[in-house]
């Protein structure tokens, strides 16, 4: 079972940046697609970011287009989620998941996660 790790989760004020990374554990991260899901108090996980093995396809919802970046380093079995003008409803335990089948933007398509890193936005 792949093992991953996430940091880079703090608290930033409205308007600011933060940059997630996930280190994987296994060789193979480089072979399946990775996501995002944040997860509020009270709420479930929604994806905020999904990325192809090949780096050549990214998938965002509306919330955060044009505000998150997600990237990929296989040679180091991480990837990154660069954010970018925080919100405070952005604040959440951010959690990376390796990709299984299924729809990107489904959690259930998910089969690995990590323990997940705080981020809160204040106002």
């Known amino acids: 079972q792949v093992q991953l790790v996430e940091s880079g989760g703090g608290l930033v004020q409205a308007g600011g940046s933060l940059r997630l990374s996930c280190a994987a554990s296994?060789?193979?991260?480089?072979?399946?697609?990775m996501g995002w899901f944040p997860q509020a108090s009270g709420k479930e996980r929604e994806i905020v970011a999904a990325?192809?093995?090949?780096?050549?396809?990214?998938y965002y919802p509306d919330s955060v287009k044009g505000r998150f970046i997600l990237s990929r380093d296989n040679a180091k079995n991480t990837v990154y989620l660069q954010m970018n003008n925080l919100k405070p409803e952005d604040t959440a335990v951010y959690y990376c998941?390796?990709?299984?089948?299924?729809?990107?933007?489904?959690?259930?398509?998910?089969?690995?996660w990590g323990q997940g890193t705080q981020v809160t936005v204040s106002s």
């Open positions: 998941a390796r990709y299984s089948s299924g729809s990107y933007y489904l959690e259930s398509s998910y089969d690995s």
């Open positions: 296994d060789r193979t991260f480089s072979y399946y697609p």
């Open positions: 990325i192809s093995w090949s780096r050549n396809d990214t």
